[in-house]
């Protein structure tokens, strides 16, 4: 029995053989684009899409959406063969539009931390959340390593006048202080990260702060309540 991508992979050379007799066929466009996407054959699937953007075929907002796929697809493949070069060229290549939405500068990110040094990403974060305050951002925000780390803390800090209950901004200030050794600080904000709403992450960043000062009984006790929330959380979903 023939494989799902072997049977797509044959539908796709199908329609490229009737697209080359019937170029302005837009129904093979369209039935081409179904299958690249199937294939994640992402440059593809944006190369049809240029082809069909002065067309009725999909409204303006279905092709945006299939754009971010695609871009968010490149992006992860250049991620994940760990080519920094790529993934910055991609990035580089993204309509400027599309580069406003949080969801594909959390993909562009969270690659580049895969990667060593993604400092510069501290800007783009800053940037994109000086514009629309989203906590996944301000989540990855917190695993950056800035070239300044005090400007990057007073940055976050800056952020409570407007998100002083914002737990995942807590958590980051925590990660940002116990970066810098700041172990009071770290724990002041952990504390109240946890006291805002109880979260995973929080309990092993805490965990973490106690066993680096070599206080094992608590880190012991605050990895367990970590690993029981997290099991918690992942039996309801």
Known sequence: MPSLVGSEMCIRDRLKCLQKKKPNQNQVKKL???TYTKLSDWQSILNII????KTNLFT????QEKKLGAYAGLLKEAGNRKDKDMLNTIWTNTPHKLKQYSELIYIYVAER???DDAADCEILLKKALKCQWDDSLVRLYGFVVASDLVKQQATAESWLNNHARSAVLLLTLGRICKRGQLWGKARDYLQESI???VNPEA???FAGLYEKNENRGTATELY????KLA???SNKN
């Open 32 to 34: 081409l684009l179904e």
């Open 50 to 53: 240029s082809s069909i953007e």
């Open 60 to 63: 303006h907002e279905e092709l």
């Open 113 to 115: 931390l895969k990667l």
């Open 195 to 197: 006291d805002v709403q």
């Open 203 to 205: 309990y092993y960043e």
């Open 224 to 227: 367990e309540k970590g690993l």
């Open 231 to 233: 099991m918690e959380i």
